[in-house]
């Protein structure tokens, strides 16, 4: 019974170059989340995402972030032309249902842009 | 804008002694709050939670105290042991809201 997986774990990117992260919630899980970890700092709401459909994106920048959860496949997040603002741990997570549910949370991937 | 406060950024603690473990929230709308425990290189994992209808929830060692009128949340470990040492942040969520809003995060240090 596999947990949320998120890869890769450690990515590398220089400025200006696309970053990828990925994440395969839970079995039986249709609902995902991206938050973002700042040093010091906690997580960040960024994107709610159910199959097929957007449902909040009002913690995602507006420019060069994009999420998408495909019917087949897992989640992507995507960062166009990185800085090194972007450098961060960023989190996936999944649930159930909608709504008072705990969040189950991957290992997260480290994005570090040079 | 820091919803969720968490203002010990560490706490350190005899092993078997009490950890209490504080946050804070300034938003009156939230109903639901949970405890995560991270550790490094981890993603955060779930503890327990509790509903703004309730004011307190056990869970074994970890329980969990909601005071609503002061917007003020607590965890107890007891007895703590080396193994709870981590950070552990703490969460909340409005009825009306899709996410969950996280406080900075509390270094426990159980020493043995």
């Known amino acids: 019974n596999a947990g949320v997986m998120q890869n890769p774990r450690h990515l590398v990117r220089r400025r200006g170059q696309e970053a990828r992260l990925r994440c395969s919630p839970m079995k039986g899980h249709s609902h995902v989340y991206w938050y973002r970890q700042l040093p010091e700092e906690g997580l960040k709401f960024m994107v709610y995402?159910?199959?097929?459909?957007?449902?909040?994106e009002s913690g995602m920048p507006k420019e060069r972030f994009s999420a998408e959860f495909p019917k087949e496949g897992p989640s992507i997040l995507r960062i166009q032309q990185v800085v090194r603002g972007d450098s961060a741990a960023y989190f996936c997570?999944?649930?159930?249902?909608?709504?008072?549910?705990?969040?189950?949370f991957g290992p997260g991937t480290r994005l570090t842009v040079t | 804008d820091q919803q969720v406060k968490q203002n010990s950024p560490s706490l350190s603690v005899q092993e078997g002694r009490i950890s209490i473990l504080n946050c804070d929230y300034t938003?009156?709308?939230?109903?639901?709050f949970l405890w995560y425990k991270k550790y490094p290189a981890e993603g955060p994992t779930f503890l327990i939670s509790i509903s703004s209808i309730k004011d307190k929830n056990e869970d074994g060692r970890f329980t969990v105290f909601l005071n609503k009128s002061a917007k003020h949340l607590s965890l107890h470990i007891v007895p703590s042991q080396p193994g709870d040492s981590a950070v552990y942040f703490c969460?909340?969520?409005?009825?009306?809201?899709?996410?969950?809003?996280f406080g900075t995060g509390t270094s426990l240090t159980v020493i043995p």
């Open positions: 969460a909340a969520s409005a009825d009306t809201g899709n996410q969950f809003y």
């Open positions: 997570a999944s649930s159930p249902n909608r709504g008072k549910h705990e969040q189950y």
């Open positions: 995402l159910q199959k097929e459909n957007i449902i909040d």
């Open positions: 938003n009156s709308m939230f109903d639901y």
